[in-house]
Each structure stands twice: as structure tokens, then as C-alpha cells.
């Protein structure tokens, strides 16, 4: 259950098709049991600078993922989700309207996995640390990975047949180690906080020009540029986090401006999409 490493940026031509797609689906698919016309959604892209060729290759290829289904209605297509990408969006929902972008809750516990692959499975070793990193983990030393907190991992295993060769634990630092020195050791802070200042840097002032003036359009690239960033924030303890951490702005700068565009993008997607309901 991962999605592809896709960098972010207000401007379609920066976020893959595919990134925008998870967004669209996750704003206007998702829980409503619901397939929308292919036509619909090129339509919504093209409002984002996507071309028609690249919206029917991406649904192509998400179809193919078993991330889509494809229903037939006469001579139109119409597209669904499948209960993998209702997982998979289901976590970007949670991540996006739960979480939040602040550990202040944080009980001092650490989830530990800790695993060794032969070489000859170098293909199972790289699905797993992408589903770890999805998860929240980071490599502490070897093959030890850890994550803040309680994190159930068994789903995001259990299709990679690992048996004993990985080991799931709870615990708590004791001396010499402390929970500083873990955040410190195992996760690029600079490299989580560089990412909520550039996106800041894009959209505190308001809405870039790069978003054009279509309420939808807005919404869509500004779901998309949030969750690049929050899936790759590991949601560390902020007690651990310098003062000024910027996520704690570029959280209320996406939900102020996600407010502000939410009724205006409604309208547009209900005069937009054909749908039929499964």
C-alpha cells in the first residue's frame, strides 16, 4: 500500500498526473460509491493543464494497478474505485484531515521493526522499507527501522510473505538512549521541515498564480502539494521538534485556504461530473 515517490508543486506540470488523480479521487470518489465518465475527468483536467492523453494513460494504468475498475454505460466508461485504493485513500483522508501536522499526544513509546532479507531478495527489501517509510519509519541502524508511537504494521506486511524475517516491537528508550538522540539519529528533521517551508513559500501568501482562477483547479493542486508533504512526515513527537516548526503554519495555511476554496469547487464538480452510482 504505498503510493509512488512524486515530488510536489503547485503547478500540474510539477505534480504527476497520477498525484493529481489520488487527490481528485480522494475529494470526490471516495465514500460516495459512486464510478465518474471518463469525459468528466477530462474535463477536471483539463482545468489543471492536463492534457486528455495523459488523463486516459493514467486511468489506464491505475485500472491496470487495481487501483480502478471500469464500468460500461453504453459507449461510455466510468470509473470506480477498488477496495485497495479505497485503502490507500482512506489513509491519505486520515493523514490529511485527522492526523495533523503536530505529535502533541505522543505516550514515549517507539514501534520497532526489525528485519534481515538475503540478498537474492533485494525486490522484498525495497517494497518493504517504501512501506515502512509510508508508515511513518525510519532507519535507525542496519536493519532496525522505528516510528513514534503504536503503529500496526501487520497490513502493510502481510503481503510480503516475510515469516521470521522480520520482528515487530514495542518499547521505550532507556539509558544512554533517549528519545531526542532517536529522533536525532534515525529522521532528517531539516529535510521535513524544508518540505512545510516550501510549501509555504507557495501557497501563505494566498493562491499562486500558478493555480489559475478556478476554484477546483485550486482545490485539487492545493490537496495534492499537502499530501506530498504530510505522507512524507513521519509525525514525530513535538516536544522533540525545534520551537518554530513550520508545519505547525503550513497546516493552517492549507486549512484556511481549503475552507475558502471547499463550496466554490463543490459547485463546479457537481455541474462537471457524470456519475452513476454502484
Given amino acids: 500500500m504505498t503510493f509512488e515517490n512524486e515530488g510536489g508543486g503547485v503547478a500540474a506540470a510539477a505534480a504527476r498526473p497520477q498525484s493529481l488523480m489520488f487527490s481528485f479521487l480522494g475529494i470526490y470518489v471516495l465514500g460516495r460509491g459512486v464510478a465518474v465518465y471518463s469525459g468528466s475527468i477530462i474535463d477536471v483536467f483539463a482545468r ?12 489506464s ?11 460500461r454505460r453504453g459507449r461510455k466508461a466510468y470509473f470506480g474505485l477498488t477496495p485497495h485504493a479505497t485503502q490507500v ?8 484531515h485527522d492526523t495533523g501536522a503536530a ?17 537474492d531478495q533485494g525486490r522484498t527489501r ?21 516510528a513514534p508511537g503504536t503503529k500496526d504494521v501487520t497490513q502493510a ?21 533517549d528519545s531526542a538522540d532517536l529522533v536525532r539519529r534515525a529522521f532528517d528533521i531539516d529535510a521535513v521541515a524544508a ?10 501568501g494566498g493562491w499562486p498564480q500558478a493555480a489559475g482562477a478556478d476554484n477546483l483547479a485550486r482545490q485539487i493542486l492545493l490537496h495534492t502539494d499537502w ?17 518554530e516548526w513550520p508545519a505547525i503554519r503550513a497546516e493552517q495555511v492549507f486549512r484556511l485556504l481549503d475552507r475558502k476554496v471547499a463550496p466554490g469547487a463543490a459547485r463546479l464538480a457537481a455541474d462537471l461530473l457524470d456519475e452513476i452510482e454502484l
Fill in 48 to 59: 489543471l493543464g492536463v492534457s486528455e492523453e495523459a488523463v486516459r494513460s493514467t486511468l
Fill in 61 to 71: 494504468r491505475m485500472t491496470k494497478r487495481n487501483l480502478l475498475t471500469r464500468h
Fill in 89 to 96: 485513500l482512506e489513509d491519505g483522508r486520515r493523514r490529511v
Fill in 103 to 119: 505529535n502533541r499526544d505522543w505516550d514515549g513509546t517507539w514501534t520497532a521493526v526489525a528485519f534481515s532479507l538475503p540478498n
Fill in 126 to 146: 525495497h517494497d518493504l522499507r517504501s512501506r515502512l517509510t509510508w508508515a511513518g519509519f525510519a532507519p535507525l541502524q542496519g536493519g532496525l527501522w522505528i
Fill in 157 to 177: 506486511l502481510a503481503t510480503l510473505d516475510l515469516g521470521d524475517a522480520v520482528t515487530v516491537l514495542q518499547s521505550k528508550p532507556m539509558g544512554p538512549t
Fill in 195 to 204: 518540505r512545510y517551508q516550501a510549501f509555504l513559500e507557495q501557497w501563505d
Fill in 227 to 243: 499530501l506530498q508533504v504530510i505522507r512524507r512526515d513521519p509525525h514525530l513527537p513535538a516536544e522533540h521538534l525545534p520551537e
